[in-house]
Every structure is written in structure tokens, then in C-alpha cells.
């Protein structure tokens, strides 16, 4: 099986359902925010990363009968259902705009979480190195992302933004 058939379910959950449960959802997901100092180059990185782990994936396929096949799997799936609940919950934010509900209880960032866990799951099926050397910066080019959105968010939500800081991790 080609490797970009894994992104379907993916593209599904990441955009259609979103768009469905919330179309104003789409736009806040896509926004950047002002970045500023070593965020621009990183931002740069991550888009990169983010084109090359898609278009790499139409290079590999996915390999079976292995543990890397199980792990891979397991990886995989836990990744997707992460990422629909928290599309789901990112489509309804709280009334003053900061998600608070669901996986957003445990983490800042739970839809980053999702995809470095579905795209490690990725790499496992594929049995790429490669891969998760690119998902590996792609992570953390995307730490510098979540700090500019968070400088946004406090800049925007002001006290109530700071307090959800206070009260729940960035990653888990």
C-alpha cells in the first residue's frame, strides 16, 4: 500500500469534519500569528516539513508482518481518533474564545500532539528513518509556532488566556 493513502483519513478528519462541524473553525486554524525573531525561519521550516512529510509519503509504502507494522498501527490509529476529538473540540472554543473543553483540559496543544503521534505512526508503518527525521523538525519548528500563538492568545484573551496557561500544560 502506498504511503499516501495513510493521509486520507487524515485530510478527512483534519479539513471535512472540521469544515462541518464549524466553518468559522477552518479560518482560526489556518491563521498565523505575528511571528517575530527566530519564529519567522522556524515558520519556514515547518511549512517546508510539513510539504515534504506529505509529498514523502507518496514515495514509501507501508510494510507489514512486523512489530513496526503493530506499533505503527497502533500509533496511527490513537493518532486519528486524537485528531478528531480534538477537531472536535476545537470547533466549539468557549464563549470568550479559549478552548477549554475536552483534550484542550490537558493540553494547550493537543492537535500538534495528535500529529506528531499519527505521523510517527507514519514512519512506523513505512519503516522510514527519513520520515521521522522530518516529522522530528517538523516538531520542533512547530514549538516555535505554539510560542507565537501563545504571545497571540495573551496579547488577544488577555488574563483568561493567562490563567488557562497557569492551569494546563502546553504539551501533555
Sequence with gaps: MNGALLLIPFFLIRFT?????NRGAIKRAAH??????????AYWIYQLSNAALILYLFFL????SSWQFYAGAALYLTGLALCAVTIANFSAPSEDGVNR???????????YVSYFILFTGCAFLTRS???????????????W????????????????????METVRRYL
Design 145 to 164: 509556532i505554539i510560542l507565537s500563538e501563545e504571545r497571540w492568545c495573551l496579547e488577544t484573551f488577555g488574563a483568561s488566556y493567562k490563567q488557562y
Design 61 to 64: 509504502t507501508v510494510k507489514t
Design 32 to 41: 498565523f500569528p505575528p511571528m517575530v525573531g527566530i519564529e519567522i525561519p
Design 101 to 111: 473543553n475536552g483534550l484542550y483540559k490537558i493540553s494547550r496543544n493537543p492537535m
Design 17 to 21: 469534519l472540521l469544515s462541518h462541524l
Design 129 to 143: 528513518l527519513s520520515l521521522f527525521g522530518i516529522i522530528v523538525l517538523f516538531q520542533i519548528s512547530a514549538h
